[in-house]
């Protein structure tokens, strides 16, 4: 099965015995996902919401790098959300909440009444790898309530493959990106361009976007502006 199948277990480690999934591509890019989180988020306070969080590695990692945030992993499939859980308890790291179940795809992401209420003035949205494995109505929910569950000054980043002004950015992302259309018709490498106007579109602003090892980037968003 190709690597980028979101059936974490098929490749990579086998499933531990409490459901930990393990996403060989975790090991390839979290330090370099940190190194460009870090600088801003060290510096903050409050809340942080991971969304398609798939095994739950990132945000133990992340978790354990920033004793002063609490974040909220979340995932929409059952067999992620079991495996976020196990990596929370296998963690023991108390600034991490149990996991919710969140599509982004549905009405207020499908949260509970007190979720969304709780899930609210957040410093930071992370969504990493989700929107070109998942159909366009993903990127429009994550973007489209973002903003609403951001504090002022809070941020989303994005990280990922995406396309530049209509072009694929390496070979390999053109490949990958033909591969994920064959899968389904729905699923493919999105341009920052789509993105940015429809984050216009929903009250938050493109304000960086970092190049990343393997052909990937992180965008940020801001609800202001960059000055
Ligand atoms: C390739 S995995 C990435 C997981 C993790 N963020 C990472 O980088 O290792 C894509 C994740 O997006 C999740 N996903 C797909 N559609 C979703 C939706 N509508 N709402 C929330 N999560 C979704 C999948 O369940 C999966 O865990």
Same mark, same amino acid.
């Given at each position: ?26 090991? =390839? ?58 990596? =929370? ?10 996991? =919710? ?62 396309? =530049? ?63």
């Amino acid at each position: 099965m190709p690597p980028f199948v979101v059936e974490f277990g098929n490749v990579g480690r086998k499933p531990e015995p409490d459901g930990r999934l393990d996403a060989p591509a975790f090991h =390839r890019n979290h330090e370099a996902i940190w190194s460009v989180l870090a600088p801003w988020l060290l510096a903050q306070t409050g809340e942080v919401l991971e969304t398609g969080s798939g095994t739950g590695q990132h945000v133990v990692e992340f978790a354990r790098k920033s004793p002063g945030l609490v974040w909220w992993p979340s995932d929409y499939n059952d067999a992620h959300v079991k495996s976020i859980e196990a990596w =929370r308890r296998h963690s023991d790291l108390p600034n991490i909440r149990p996991a =919710r179940r969140i599509d982004l795809a549905a009405p207020d992401w499908g949260l509970s009444a007190d979720d969304s209420k709780t899930l609210r003035g957040l410093t930071m949205i992370f969504c990493a790898n989700v929107i070109h494995i998942a159909p366009w109505s993903v990127a429009e929910g994550l973007l489209g309530h973002a903003a609403g569950r951001l504090k002022a000054d809070g941020r989303l980043y994005m990280y990922g493959p995406f396309m =530049r002004d209509g072009q694929h950015t390496a070979p390999s992302n053109a490949v990958f990106d033909s591969s994920l259309r064959a899968q389904h018709p729905a699923w493919g490498v999105r341009d920052i361009t789509d993105i940015h106007a429809l984050a216009g579109r929903s009250g938050l602003y493109l304000t960086d976007i970092v190049p990343m090892p393997a052909n990937n980037f992180i965008l940020t968003f801001e609800r202001t502006p960059a000055a």
